[in-house]
């Protein structure tokens, strides 16, 4: 039978540290944020260190109050889009057009880049597709072909070729590669 180990501080050496929720400060891109984990806690010295069992919680942790600062979806939000649109990771990743692993590692803490952060959004969110939909009609030429589609697996494109020549520096509203093809979708059904 496993009893818990009692760990010896350390820090000091005097005490043994105790399980218990500690605040600790990581750092991403050179910013610090401090989050609360599970830890454990030396009563001798007030040495906190997380547990080894939730580092894997401390680094979603800090790369979610990154994202929550920087206006960025966070793990779970990718997580829930993902699921909401009824997508495997691997679907997913193939959906977004990005290697297999992606999606995994941005669901547990890494954290992706803005042009992705909009492609995902313009990919899942039906309101922000048709959106975009609307401003690339309203930019185009008189006479020139667009077309909004949809398609019961679960997604809204637009197609409108004139885009890509108009466009060479595109609005932030498109993402990188949305841009390049000006297709964007959203779940329909
Ligand atoms: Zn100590």
């Known amino acids: 039978m496993n009893t818990p180990q009692e760990l010896d501080c350390f820090e ?39 547990d080894n069992e939730y580092s894997g919680e401390f680094t979603k942790l800090v790369s979610d109050a990154y994202r929550e600062k920087h206006g960025l979806l966070t793990g779970a939000q990718i997580r829930e889009a993902r699921t909401r649109m009824g997508m495997s990771q691997e679907k997913f990743a ?4 990005v290697g297999p692993a992606s999606v995994n590692r941005w669901e547990n803490g890494k954290i992706q880049d803005e042009a992705m952060n909009e492609l995902i959004v313009l990919k899942t969110d039906l309101l922000t597709a048709i959106n975009n939909y609307q401003f690339v009609k309203q930019s185009a030429p008189v006479g020139s072909e667009i077309a909004a589609f949809g398609f019961c697996d679960g997604a809204i494109g637009v197609f409108a070729p004139f885009a890509e020549a108009q466009f060479r520096k595109p609005p ?16 329909l059904c």
């Open 172 to 187: 932030s509203v498109f993402a990188a590669e949305a841009f390049s093809t000006m297709e964007v979708y959203a779940p």
């Open 12 to 50: 000091c050496g005097k005490g043994s540290l105790i399980p218990k929720l500690v605040d600790i400060t990581g750092y991403r891109h050179g910013e610090e944020f401090t989050v609360i984990v599970n830890g454990l806690q030396c009563p001798a010295c007030g040495l906190k260190t997380i």
């Open 94 to 97: 193939q959906y977004l057009r």
